[in-house]
C-alpha cells in the first residue's frame, strides 16, 4: 500500500460497460498539427474510436467537452490502435485500426470552425484489408530498412505474421511451433520481429528470413522444389525466461543503451539485441502492464509498471524510485507530450 496517490492532470470516463486491453490506447500527433501536441486515441471492444486533445483541469471545473476531438463508432470491436506512415505518397501520420478479420487506416483532420469550440474532427478510410485469419495484434515499422514509410505486420490467432506494404499484402509466414499468439514488437536496429512463443521463451526473426522462407501455403511440395523455392523459416536468437509474458517493448534513447524489455508474470526483464540479459528484476506483484521511457540519468532507462493492486511502480533499471497508488487497475501505460 502506497501512502502516495497519483494526481490526476487529467481524466475522464469512457462509455458505460466498456471493456479495454493493452493494445487499445495510443499516444500520438494524429492529426499532424502544427504544435506536434500528442493527442490521445482509445478503441474499445465495443466498437468505440476516441480521440482526446487534454487540457489542464480544475478540479472543480471537470472535463471540457472540447476535449474530446471525435468519437465514432466502427461496429466492430477493436483490437489495437497504432500510428504511423501508413499511407503511400506521404509522410504524414495515419491511424491504423485492427479488428478481428480487418485492418483499417484512416486520415484524422480537423476544420477550423469559426467558434472557439467549433473545430470538426473527422477520419477519412485510406484503404482497408480483410485478413483471412483472425488477428490478435500487430506491430510496424520501416520493415526492410525501408525510408519515410512504415509496413504492417499483423500476427493471427493460429501463428501466421501476414505483412502489409501500406495498401497492399505483402505475404504470410507461419511460425514454427505455435500454439498460442504472444506480444510482437519490431526492431528497427536489428530489422527484426520479437515475440515470446507459449514455450515461453523470446523469440526473434529477421525480416529478411521471413521474406525469403517458403510461403505458408506451399508446405505440401516435393523435396526438390524445397531447395530450390526457399528454405524454413529459422529463428535468429532465442532465450528461455520460464514464464509467459504480458508485453514487450524496444526502446533506444540517445543516452541509454538500446534494449529489449520484457514483462513477465513475476520478472521484469532488459535484454540485448542478440538477446543476453542486461537485467532482470523479480516483482513481487502481479503486473498488468507496462512501458519503458527517458531516464534523467545517463546510461539508465526508467520503467512505469502497473499492477493489480492499483499501484504504478517507477523504476531506474532495477531500483525502485517510487510507488504511487491508482484510482483503479491499470491495462494500458503510456508516456505522452501533452
Given at each position: 500500500?502506497s501512502?502516495?496517490?497519483a ?13 479495454f486491453?493493452?493494445?487499445?490506447l495510443?499516444?500520438a500527433?494524429v492529426?499532424?498539427?502544427g ?12 466498437g468505440?474510436l476516441?480521440?482526446?486533445?487534454p487540457?489542464p483541469?480544475?478540479?472543480?471545473e ?7 476531438l ?6 466492430e ?12 505518397g506521404?509522410?504524414g501520420?495515419h491511424?491504423a ?9 484512416y ?15 473527422q477520419?477519412?478510410l485510406?484503404?482497408?484489408h480483410?485478413?483471412q ?6 506491430t510496424?515499422g520501416?520493415?526492410g ?19 502489409f ?6 505475404f504470410?509466414?507461419?511460425l514454427?511451433?505455435?500454439l ?11 530489422d527484426?520481429?520479437i515475440?515470446?512463443?507459449s514455450?515461453r521463451?523470446?523469440e ?7 521474406a525469403?522462407?517458403?510461403d ?8 526438390q ?9 529459422a ?5 528461455n525466461?520460464g514464464?509467459?509474458a ?11 543503451v ?5 514483462l ?9 539485441d542478440?538477446?543476453q540479459?542486461?537485467f ?9 502492464c507496462?512501458?519503458?521511457y ?11 509498471i ?6 504504478l ?11 504511487t497508488?491508482?484510482p483503479?487497475i491499470?491495462v494500458?501505460?503510456k508516456v505522452a507530450?501533452l
Open positions: 500500500m501512502l502516495f496517490k494526481r490526476d492532470w487529467w481524466s475522464t470516463i469512457l462509455g458505460e460497460k466498456e471493456e486491453d493493452q493494445g487499445c495510443c499516444v500527433n492529426d499532424n498539427s504544435s506536434g501536441q500528442d493527442k490521445i486515441i482509445v478503441g474499445s471492444h465495443m468505440y476516441r480521440i482526446f486533445n487540457h483541469v480544475k478540479p472543480e471537470g472535463v471540457r467537452p472540447e476535449d474530446l471525435l468519437e465514432v463508432q466502427l461496429r470491436p477493436i483490437l489495437q490502435v497504432e500510428v504511423g506512415k501508413f499511407v503511400s506521404t509522410e501520420l491511424l485500426v485492427l479488428h478481428c478479420r480487418k485492418l483499417c487506416v486520415a484524422v483532420s480537423g476544420t477550423l470552425g469559426n467558434v472557439e469550440h467549433g473545430n470538426q474532427y477520419i477519412k485510406m484503404y482497408e480483410n485478413l485469419r483472425t488477428a490478435c495484434n500487430m510496424y520501416p520493415f530498412g525501408v525510408k519515410g514509410r512504415d509496413l504492417i505486420c499483423i500476427q493471427s490467432m493460429d501463428g501466421m505474421l501476414m505483412l506494404e501500406q495498401e497492399s499484402y505483402a504470410g509466414r507461419f514454427p511451433g505455435f498460442l499468439p504472444g506480444p510482437l514488437t519490431y526492431s528497427s536496429r536489428t527484426s520481429f515475440t515470446v512463443s514455450c521463451q523470446v526473434s526473426y529477421k525480416y529478411q528470413v521471413l525469403f522462407a517458403t505458408a501455403d506451399e508446405r505440401q511440395e516435393t523435396e522444389q524445397k531447395h530450390s523455392s526457399g528454405k524454413r523459416l529463428v535468429d536468437w532465442v532465450l525466461i514464464e509467459q504480458l508485453d514487450i517493448c524496444v526502446v533506444s534513447f540517445n543516452q541509454a538500446s534494449s529489449v524489455f520484457v513477465g508474470e513475476r520478472n521484469f526483464f532488459c535484454l540485448k542478440n538477446g540479459i542486461r532482470m528484476k523479480k516483482l513481487d506483484y502481479s503486473p498488468s507496462f512501458i519503458p527517458c531516464s534523467v540519468k545517463e546510461g539508465t532507462i526508467n520503467t512505469l502497473g499492477n493489480h493492486s492499483k499501484t511502480n517507477v523504476y531506474q533499471d532495477v531500483t525502485l524510485k517510487w510507488a497508488q491508482l483503479h491499470p494500458s501505460v507530450n
